[in-house]
């Protein structure tokens, strides 16, 4: 098994009991190394009943603890038999969410719990063949496989970078940006007597980009990871806060069903208290964060893709912890923490982890995964379920996005196909490739590939370490991908890790970034149309899939040993669209034809109730601006200010038109409706 791997996830069948398929996490399969797990969680299953049954279970009493009866005779005939068991819906209430919630059917999904004597399997079919039952899914267990250690970046190499005082750009003073050759490649890096393994500009393109935009606060990546050290300091000022939670962790404040959700959650151990140290932590979640927003220009370690440009306006990260420690995790606290980052404000969703490849080597890998999109469904139907929730109905009809990106690596396998959810046409799947454009020598490729990133490839930079450092006997981590790790994993708080896990921060990042421009730009756009814009606006790499490619495997752990090829010609046009180019990206989003102009939305308010707005979200360059409201009828509704704020409030039951006006003389209209009930009362937009 290849050094990087790091986590393992036990898939159930496809349908039920036919087959038992390896998972990955950071392309990890379980391979012969692998611990024995349940392939999924005794004694539960997840039940999606019809809208019918839904309403009637609801109807018999059912709190968010759960009820013990469905109301449901053939439903709780069958359950009988099984044993004592438990209803609980798999969502939490959320008020503001909960109509969105029933119109996509996620309310139709229940735990169902039972003896655990009793097999999954056999209760899975049973419970499928009763006509109240629209789709039964199991609760695959999700398990760490190895315990991966981040390469550690030497307390003495970190403080002779920051003596060195050597900057990759005039943009970011951060003293390991050098380092980093996936942000700035100047293609001098990897040269020795082996020859030349970098290319200028083999990057990601930040340069350009960050002359347009650095970040904004505003835009959110959910990170579904193992936690995150809120507290290092590259990164602290740039995690979600949730303003309307407390610090007591056994109250939930804001009512949105998850107690404590400060910075997000644990859903792991369903708590609000963020988790990252634990003895078999990896710090994997710490370091995908910091390559997605680590703070910028504060002249401290490394630099991020989204991360400001030190005025603590990068993107916010919001941790969802879905890994902790050697502790198995399970399919339903992905897809919670999946519609959890949907409902608190996430536009892009960050997925280190995926299943095996369906073309994944067996011997390798023991079983193969999902073979196709429809094979997926089918077996996921739960996921899929959450999976459209989140791309449909993340971001704003009157924001930047419209809708939310999911981003899925797409495994370390060597296979020739993307693992799922990431391979889905919905969804965004990356590839990993190395300084010079090459593939990474463990990435899947093909089928399900949407786009490619830098990832790191050790094994085939195993000659190359940094001569000027004599702390670093690390060879091959120059190849590898710097960011921010916690302390008790490094020292200095950096490290190196690989693989298309790492690939996969990179396009988020690029993503988030894409988003954060066409909020200071005041541009609307559908998900779809930035996925478009950003597989449109690539690096073409397809001119370096030629000749062979050299690596010493397993080079970390066994030392160089017999070379081993790849044929570079082998993943000619699979790579996807190419690699992301940030540069070229907003530039996109920058043209006269992308996107439209945002609009100030119409306001929806409860009679004798109150809505906020910020009005400079919705002008371009706004916050130089003032802003003046009339309304047609203010019998209806008035509209005052509160600093920057515009705060509507209900008179009576109706509609009114209204105009805002703002001092460079633009005017939007837009209608104020006030009702005796609305949940969208006092939300802030």
């Known amino acids: 098994m290849k050094r990087v791997y790091i986590y393992a996830l036990m898939a159930a069948s496809v349908l039920f009991a036919t087959s038992c398929q390896n998972i990955e996490q950071e392309g990890v399969g379980t391979g012969a190394d692998s611990e024995e797990i349940a392939p999924y969680v005794q004694g539960e299953l997840m039940v999606k009943f019809t809208p019918e049954v839904a309403d009637i279970i609801e109807n018999t009493g059912l709190t968010r603890s759960g009820a013990t009866r469905s109301g449901i005779v053939t439903v709780d005939e069958v359950l009988d ?67 991966g250690k981040v390469i550690p970046l030497s307390k003495e190499r970190l403080e002779a970078m920051s003596a060195a005082k050597t900057r990759a750009t005039a943009a970011a003073n951060d003293e390991c940006l050098p380092l980093q050759w996936n942000l700035i490649n100047q293609g001098d890096m990897f040269i020795n007597e082996n ?49 309307d939670e407390t610090t007591n962790m056994d109250k939930d404040a804001d009512g949105n069903g998850y107690k404590g959700d400060i910075h997000g959650y644990n859903f792991v151990n369903n708590s609000g208290k963020i988790t ?29 893709i989204a991360g400001g ?52 080597n067996i011997y390798d890998w023991g079983e193969q995964g999902f073979a196709n999109q429809e094979q ?26 419209e809708g939310g990106v999911a981003v899925f690596a797409g495994g370390n396998e060597s296979a020739a196909a993307a693992g799922f959810p990431g391979a889905a046409k919905e969804y965004v799947s990356v590839a ?119 690596y010493h495997r397993y080079v970390a752990d066994l030392g160089p040993m017999r070379p081993m090829q790849i044929r570079l010609a082998d993943y000619k046009g699979k790579m996807g669209s190419g690699q992301v180019n940030a540069d070229k990206f907003l530039a996109a989003i920058a043209g006269e034809d992308a996107g439209r102009d945002m609009q100030f939305p119409n306001v929806y308010v409860a009679k004798q109730g109150s809505a ?15 802003y003046t409201v009339t309304i047609d009828n203010e019998s209806v509704a008035t509209c005052s200010k509160d600093e920057d704020k515009l705060v509507f409030k209900g008179v009576a039951v109706g509609t009114t038109t209204a105009t805002i006006s703002a001092s460079n003389g633009e005017k939007q209209s837009f209608n104020i409706t006030v009702r005796n009930q609305t949940g969208n009362n006092g939300w802030l937009r």
């Open 81 to 147: 038999v099984i044993g004592s068991y438990r209803l609980e819906r798999v969502f939490p209430v959320d008020v503001e969410t909960e109509a969105r919630t029933r119109e996509s059917g996620l309310h139709q999904w229940y735990i169902v719990g039972f003896d655990a004597e009793q097999k999954v399997e056999d209760v899975a079919r049973r419970l499928s063949n009763l006509g109240e039952v629209q789709s039964v899914d199991l609760n695959r267990t999700i398990k760490r496989a190895y315990d």
């Open 276 to 304: 990252w140290n634990d003895l078999y932590d990896s710090g994997h979640g710490t370091h995908v964060a910091g390559v997605i927003s680590a703070i910028n220009n504060n002249g401290i370690g490394v630099s991020s």
């Open 309 to 360: 440009d030190g005025s603590k306006n990068g993107v916010r990260i919001m941790v969802c912890q879905i890994f902790s420690g050697n502790y198995a995790s399970s399919l339903l606290a992905t897809i919670k923490a999946i519609k959890y980052a949907a409902d608190n404000g996430a536009v892009v969703l960050q997925c280190s982890w995926g299943y095996v490849s369906g073309a994944a």
């Open 195 to 243: 020859g030349v393994k970098s290319i200028a500009g083999a990057d990601v393109q930040v340069e350009g980009a960050w002359e347009r935009s650095m970040g904004d606060p505003s835009v959110i990546v959910a990170v579904l990871d193992e936690g995150i050290y809120i507290n290092h300091p590259d990164l602290k000022d740039h995690i979600w806060v949730n303003e």
């Open 432 to 550: 990993a490739t190395a300084a010079d454009f090459t593939p990474a020598v463990y990435t899947n490729y093909g089928p399900g590939t949407t786009i490619s990133a830098p990832g790191g490839d050790q094994d085939y930079y195993w000659d190359y370490k940094d001569d000027s450092n004599p702390h670093d006997d690390n060879y091959g981590a120059l190849g590898c991908i710097l960011s921010t790790v916690p302390y008790h994993i490094s020292e200095s708080g950096y490290g190196y890790m690989e693989g298309t896990s790492m690939a996969t921060p990179h396009v988020s990042a690029v993503m988030a970034l894409g988003i954060s421009y066409a909020t200071q730009l005041r541009k609307h756009f559908t998900a779809q149309e930035l996925q478009d814009l950003m597989h449109e606006n690539v690096t073409s790499i397809e001119e370096y899939m030629k000749g062979t490619k050299t």
């Open 376 to 401: 997926w469904e089918a077996g996921s139907p739960l996921e899929k379920d959450v999976l459209d929730y989140f791309t449909h109905h993340a971001g704003s009809p009157n924001g930047a996005i």
């Open 612 to 626: 906020a707005f910020v009005p400079s979200r919705y002008f371009k360059q706004g916050e130089n601006l003032t």
